[in-house]
């Protein structure tokens, strides 16, 4: 393949999924004004209506922003030859290909940070406050980064070097010895997200002795559910909006709520949204989820191992020395498609096992409790009440309220 036709197929690629995000964000704009679903009529008065109909389109107009800025950023450096000037600069200071590598992304990842920096700090700080949502400090915010780089230089940087070294001593065999590693990865990730992770930013207590605990014990003991580990973490230290999730496998499984969804809803309601999450347990959710990030990781690793040995990859980018790095690049956008692909399927089982776990919620305990905490919920968030149908099959990992709603009557 000629070098200069690869380099357009790259442009070509990055500009065509740019205009298709474009494209459906401005299709579920124009429903932004329609009225709510018969079943969804009574949920916002007239101020609070107009107040997320206002939220809508304020996002709207700053994401339509920052990815034009940030696609014409991507444009810039390459009709610029950035990543050549990256490239060289790393070989200037560095000898080895692996250090060289990791300098490389680390470059390309402090300054994309530091480019999102300004929009991150305007969407928390004036955008989130101006609608009452925002709860983080200017000291939260950056501590959370820095350790948010930390985490990433640990983590990243070492599943990096494991697969750079591979790279280098086994050849287009590395792709499988990379999957196995980053496999026990995500599993342990998977496993251990709440011990590992969650302490880094937020404080988790267990929940206290009373009605909520006894209920939400009553109700895991009535369906078979081991669960011994119930922990409530400070989601209001940055949000006025409310979650609740679980994690785990085994021993460690454990359900955190957020002490915004306590104060918001009733113990009913809260023993309904758990009940959710139950639903997604014994139905299985959580290891197909992860089994298919495996699958797909392994997938796009052997792709990756046919192709990263290509020197048209680096000389599309104006590289003399065809690496890692560079090859990594390239295919990363060639394999945009597939990737897409990979995430329209996933949000389809994703929709499909949310109605399956609200349907054991039903069954198990009651679809009035959950349809209210819903409700609650999607207010209280200013939700899309009225999102475009396509817009839903392409990005959605959810159904619509409304048609969550329909299910459950």
Same mark, same amino acid.
């Given at each position: 393949?000629?070098?200069?036709?690869?380099?357009?197929?790259?442009?070509?690629?990055?500009?065509?999924?740019?205009?298709?995000?474009?494209f459906?964000?401005?299709?579920n704009?124009?429903?932004?004004?329609?009225?709510?679903?018969? !079943?969804?009529?009574?949920l916002?008065?007239k101020?609070?209506?107009?107040?997320?109909?206002?939220?809508?389109?304020?996002?709207?107009n700053?994401?339509?922003?920052?990815?034009?800025?940030?696609?014409?950023?991507v444009?810039?450096?390459f009709?610029?030859?950035?990543?050549?000037?990256l490239?060289?600069f790393?070989?200037?200071?560095?000898?080895?290909?692996?250090?060289?590598?990791?300098?490389?992304?680390?470059?390309?990842?402090?300054?994309?940070?530091?480019?999102?920096?300004?929009?991150?700090?305007y !969407?928390t700080?004036?955008?989130?406050?101006?609608?009452?949502?925002?709860?983080?400090?200017?000291?939260?915010?950056?501590f959370?980064?820095?350790?948010?780089?930390?985490?990433?230089?640990l983590?990243?940087?070492?599943i990096?070097?494991?697969i750079?070294f591979?790279?280098?001593?086994?050849?287009?065999?590395?792709?499988?010895?990379?999957?196995?590693?980053?496999s026990?990865?995500?599993?342990?990730?998977?496993?251990?997200?709440?011990?590992?992770?969650?302490?880094?930013?937020?404080?988790?207590?267990?929940?206290?002795?009373?009605?909520?605990? !006894?209920?939400i014990?009553?109700?895991?003991?009535?369906?078979g559910f081991d669960?011994?580990?119930?922990?409530?973490?400070?989601?209001?230290?940055?949000?006025?909006?409310a979650?609740?999730?679980?994690?785990g496998f085994?021993?460690?499984k454990?359900?955190?709520?957020?002490?915004?969804?306590i104060?918001?809803?009733?113990n009913?309601?809260?023993?309904?949204?758990?009940?959710?999450?139950?639903?997604?347990?014994?139905?299985n959710?959580?290891?197909f989820?992860l089994?298919?990030?495996?699958?797909?990781?392994?997938?796009?690793?052997?792709?990756?191992s046919?192709l990263?040995?290509m020197?048209?990859?680096?000389?599309?980018?104006?590289?003399?020395?065809?690496?890692?790095?560079?090859?990594?690049?390239?295919?990363s956008?060639?394999?945009?498609p597939?990737?897409?692909l990979?995430s329209?399927?996933?949000?389809?089982?994703?929709?499909?096992?949310?109605?399956?776990?609200?349907s054991?919620?039903?069954?198990?305990y009651?679809?009035?409790?959950?349809?209210?905490?819903?409700?609650?919920?999607?207010?209280?968030?200013?939700?899309?009440?009225?999102?475009?149908?396509?817009?839903?099959?392409?990005?959605?990992?959810?159904?619509?309220?409304?048609?969550?709603?329909n299910?459950?009557q």
């Open positions: 393949m000629n070098a200069n036709y690869l380099f357009y197929i790259l442009i070509g690629i990055i500009f065509l999924n740019f205009l298709k995000d474009s459906l964000d401005y299709l704009s124009k429903y932004f004004d329609k009225k709510p679903p018969k !079943n969804l009529e009574n916002f008065d101020d609070k209506y107009l107040k997320s109909q206002h939220y809508k389109k304020t996002q709207y700053f994401n339509r922003f920052t990815s034009l800025f940030g696609v014409s950023i444009l810039l450096f009709f610029f030859d950035g990543f050549k000037f490239d060289e790393c070989r200037s200071n560095f000898e080895t290909e692996i250090v060289i590598s990791l300098s490389f992304f680390g470059l390309i990842f402090l300054l994309n940070d530091l480019v999102n920096l300004p929009f991150s700090i !969407n700080f004036v955008i989130e406050e101006k609608f009452g949502f925002n709860k983080t400090t200017i000291k939260t915010f950056f959370d980064k820095i350790k948010s780089w930390i985490i990433t230089i983590f990243g940087g070492g990096l070097s494991f750079l591979q790279f280098e001593t086994m050849g287009k065999d590395f792709w499988l010895i990379a999957w196995l590693f980053i026990l990865i995500t599993i342990l990730i998977n496993g251990f997200y709440a011990q590992i992770i969650v302490p880094l930013f937020n404080k988790q207590t267990k929940l206290e002795e009373g009605n909520l605990k !006894n209920d014990k009553f109700y895991s003991k009535k369906v669960l011994k580990n119930i922990f409530v973490i400070d989601g209001s230290k940055r949000s006025t909006k979650n609740a999730y679980f994690s085994g021993k460690q454990r359900v955190t709520l957020y002490d915004t969804l104060n918001k809803l009733s009913e309601q809260i023993v309904a949204v758990i009940a959710h999450e139950v639903g997604h347990y014994k139905k959710h959580i290891i989820n089994t298919f990030s495996i699958i797909q990781t392994g997938i796009m690793l052997y792709i990756l046919l990263i040995y020197p048209v990859f680096s000389e599309a980018l104006g590289i003399d020395n065809h690496s890692f790095h560079i090859g990594l690049i390239v295919f956008i060639l394999y945009t597939i990737s897409e990979f329209i399927v996933f949000n389809i089982f994703s929709r499909k096992f949310e109605f399956q776990a609200d054991f919620a039903s069954e198990t009651s679809s009035n409790f959950l349809i209210e905490a819903l409700k609650i919920l999607s207010k209280d968030n200013l939700s899309n009440l009225t999102p475009h149908p396509k817009y839903v099959w392409w990005h959605y990992s959810h159904p619509t309220l409304s048609d969550r709603i299910r459950l």
